[in-house]
T-cell receptor, first 115, second 109 residues
Framework: EAGVTQSPTHLIKTRGQQVTLRCSPI?????VYWYQQALGLGLQFLLW???????NRGNFPPRFSGRQFPNYSSELNVNALELEDSALYLC??????????????FGEGSRLTVL | EDQVTQSPEALRLQEGESSSLNCSYT??????LFWYRQDPGKGPEFLFT???AGEEKEKERLKATLTKKESFLHITAPKPEDSATYLC??????????FGAGTRLFVKA
């Protein structure tokens, strides 16, 4: 069974640019979560999508946004990039609203460097 | 405010030296407590889910336990391949999963 896939794996941007990160969940999982992990820091919750709807949002500015498509894949968009946006962006999928169990299954992440 | 605190930040063990990692939490309406393992540059890997106080789960050299305010991850006779960052997370109402900062475990042969 294929796991969660994320793309791109690495990217470099400059301040002020925009970036789109993509995530495909495990087949059968309807929920997608996004987390930011800055170097040496813990995972910070960004967004949760289920069935195409944004269900919950972390304490991040509006320039962090995303969406979920009918096939449950998801995009994370970050506008007006700042240096502190440099981090590993992790996507996770979960069967949470179908099975009731809340464990998350993570992809390998997208490493974003902002210069 | 929901909060997860892990200790110690880092732990260095000799191969075979058993120890425990701690996760204390403050959350309203705990739906579940989770342990994950994260290797450098990779996404976290799910280990255990605990739902209620008194519950225990085991997997190879790892055993997770849960009380009303904290969870422990016991590592018995660790091996170098157990070296990783161990993350604790709690899920409360709204299905938001909050992670602790993790404990970096180093096991020396």
């Amino acid at each position: 069974e294929a796991g969660v896939t994320q793309s791109p794996t690495h990217l470099i941007k400059t301040r002020g640019q925009q970036v789109t990160l993509r995530c495909s969940p495990i087949s059968g999982h309807t929920s997608v979560y996004w987390y930011q992990q800055a170097l040496g820091l813990g995972l910070q919750f960004l967004l949760w999508y289920d069935e195409g709807e944004e269900r919950n949002r972390g304490n991040f500015p509006p320039r962090f946004s995303g969406r979920q498509f009918p096939n449950y894949s998801s995009e994370l968009n970050v506008n007006a990039l700042e240096l502190e946006d440099s981090a590993l962006y992790l996507c996770a999928s979960s069967p949470i609203l179908t099975s009731g169990t809340g464990e998350l299954f993570f992809g390998e992440g997208s490493r974003l460097t902002v210069l | 405010e929901d909060q997860v605190t892990q200790s110690p930040e880092a732990l260095r063990l000799q191969e075979g030296e058993s120890s425990s990692l701690n996760c204390s939490y403050t959350v309203s309406g705990l739906r579940g407590l989770f342990w994950y393992r994260q290797d450098p540059g990779k996404g976290p890997e799910f280990l255990f889910t605990l739902y209620s106080a008194g519950e225990e789960k085991e997997k190879e050299r790892l055993k997770a336990t849960l009380t009303k305010k904290e969870s422990f991850l016991h590592i018995t006779a660790p091996k170098p391949e157990d070296s990783a960052t161990y993350l604790c997370a709690v899920q409360a109402g709204g299905f938001k999963t909050i992670f602790g900062a993790g404990t970096r475990l180093f096991v020396k042969a």
